[in-house]
């Protein structure tokens, strides 16, 4: 597993999408952000793994490894990827655990409203769509849970 630019990038520009709507940056945010998720993410992984011990196969190593590059990545996206606070919608309600499945009930009812119209995008918004469905028309493009 190794982190790259373009998942760090994809994933930030979900994030905001789902968590932060009202709040919209522009490409530049978002690979700004990505390029730096990806330097702590490359900084931090070798500092997590564990010292090798003696005889130890191959295979432990690399599970070592990836677990390190795992815990790195769960870091970063969390300090990186996420909009702040301030700028997230509530999701949760105040009432606690009890009331969240009326809240899923109420979030996948409002996902089936959401029909994105190309022309109430931007342009980044826009090329964003086309490259994650491969398509050049995404008008009436539905975002689906």
């Known amino acids: 597993m190794t982190a790259t630019l373009s998942d ?7 994030n905001y999408a789902t968590l932060a ?3 919209a940056p522009g490409a530049e945010f978002f690979q700004q952000q990505a390029q730096a998720a990806l330097d702590a993410w490359t900084d931090l ?3 997590l793994l564990e010292s090798d011990a003696a005889d ?12 390190a590059q795992a815990r790195a990545e769960e870091v970063v996206r969390a300090e990186y990827l996420m ?15 009890d009331e969240i499945g009326g809240l899923m009930a109420e979030l996948r009812g409002v996902n089936d409203e959401i029909v994105l119209e190309g022309a109430e ?10 490259e994650v469905t491969g ?7 539905r975002v689906d849970g």
Do not use: C, M, Y
């Open 83 to 97: 909009p702040p606070e301030s700028e997230r919608r509530e999701t949760i309600p105040e009432d606690g655990p």
């Open 8 to 14: 760090f990038t994809r994933q930030i520009r979900v």
């Open 45 to 47: 992984w070798p500092a």
């Open 21 to 23: 709507p009202a709040s």
């Open 135 to 141: 398509r050049d028309d995404v008008s009436g493009f």
């Open 121 to 130: 995008l931007d342009a980044d918004t826009l090329a964003f769509l086309r």
């Open 56 to 67: 130890e196969p191959t295979s432990h190593k690399l599970g070592r490894i990836r677990n």
